[in-house]
Nanobody, 122 residues
């Protein structure tokens, strides 16, 4: 059983910053990628940022230069999203995602956290 738990959401004023954290736990053999997605009210879930096991990253155009994704080198089951210069349009539920296998012979599967709400408003 694999669990992803997000933390760090909340209310912030435009121009402010937040740091989201996600911890993966349970039966984990290897993590291939971890990422953050978001879903605003009435919109589809979209990719925000992703980090591959080798360290390469990719960002949505809307957050490039403002957001940074990282993994803890000591705790490879942790992923963070530093969000700066936040805008009202960044308001959404942010979900952590991990592409991982739970055994040496297991196939990679996608796992999701339950989400954390980020509200950007004055």
């Amino acid at each position: 059983q694999v669990q992803l738990v997000e933390s760090g959401g909340g209310l912030v004023q435009p121009g402010g910053s937040l740091r989201l954290s996600c911890a993966a736990s349970g039966s984990i053999f290897s993590i291939y990628a971890m990422g953050w997605y978001r879903q605003a009210p009435g919109k589809q879930r979209e990719l925000v940022a992703i980090i591959i096991s080798g360290g390469s990253t990719n960002y949505a155009d809307s957050v490039k230069g403002r957001f940074a994704i990282s993994r803890d080198n000591a705790k490879l089951n942790m992923v963070y999203l530093q969000m700066n210069s936040l805008k009202p349009e960044d308001t959404a539920v942010y979900y952590c995602n991990a592409d991982l296998s739970d055994s040496p012979v297991g196939n990679a599967m996608d796992y999701w956290g339950k989400g954390t709400l980020v509200t950007v408003s004055s």
